[in-house]
């Protein structure tokens, strides 16, 4: 009898939606699995899905806000895949709500300390700067590959996921939750997967490798990316997740 394929729950992170992770999962669905990435506050519903409502920007409300999608679509115990801020989410998720996930869970870009002060003084930013500002900063900032072509159809992916938000409020409470946690403030027991592009400047490879460590994880860093693996390499990191399967 052939084994069924487990869920996989991706989470996007901040100033993100389902857009960010698509080109990763379509791989996944090709090879028949069952995928789902939602639409995260202050991410607005595009999917126009039935999801829970977000009761305030803090740990304990995003993981209890997948563990209500997770019960609202009757997963079965899915394995979540979390880059950027969404690691932070699953990481809390598979704190308070281990019970309703799979056994392995998955880091893209890990957040696994506080981001570097550069990052933490635009957060605030982020309620008054025009999104197409913020959105060409942060990019320019994050990509690894300098070739205009690639940061063309990155900022491409960006904007549309920009236009897109709640409210600016929102975006700013987010903004806050992003620089205020790490995986590491949170203690789960799970098979954790960590991968981060070799040049990642929001964590460096010491940072994530320290982290890994206290979960007996062993990062994987991709070659020639950055914090924007998901749009740098999303085939090679496709590849890397499911060898980790």
């Known amino acids: 009898m052939t084994k069924q394929k487990p869920q996989l729950l991706f989470v996007h992170g901040f100033r993100g939606n389902h857009l960010g992770l698509l080109d990763t999962m379509k791989y996944f669905e090709a090879k028949g699995y ?35 999608y997770i019960l609202e679509k009757k997963l079965n115990h899915p394995i979540l895949i979390g880059h950027s801020m969404g690691s932070i989410i699953c990481a809390a998720t598979a704190e308070k709500y281990p019970e309703l996930i799979n056994e392995k869970i998955v880091f893209l870009s890990p957040i696994c300390v506080t981001p570097p002060k550069f990052i933490c003084n635009l957060a605030p930013l982020t309620a008054i700067v025009p999104n197409k500002l913020i959105g060409y900063i942060t990019t320019k900032y994050l990509l690894v590959p300098k070739d205009k072509e690639t940061l063309r159809e990155v900022l491409d992916i960006t904007y549309k996921c920009a236009e897109k938000f709640t409210s ?45 460590k206290q979960f007996n994880s062993k990062p994987t860093f991709l070659k020639k990316s950055g914090h924007l693996i998901n749009y740098e390499c999303p085939i090679v ?7 980790n399967l």
């Open 237 to 243: 990191l496709a590849k890397t997740i499911e060898e």
């Open 34 to 68: 069952e995928c789902f990435a939602p639409d995260i506050p202050p991410a607005f519903n595009t999917k126009r899905e039935k999801i829970p409502q977000l009761e305030g920007y803090s740990a304990d409300a995003y993981a209890k806000w997948i563990a209500d």
């Open 168 to 212: 600016k409020g929102d975006t700013a409470k987010a903004a806050k939750f992003s620089i205020s946690y790490a995986i590491s403030d949170f203690k789960f027991d799970k098979k954790a997967v960590f991968i981060a592009g070799e040049s990642d400047k929001l964590n460096s490879q010491k940072q994530i490798k320290e982290v890994a």
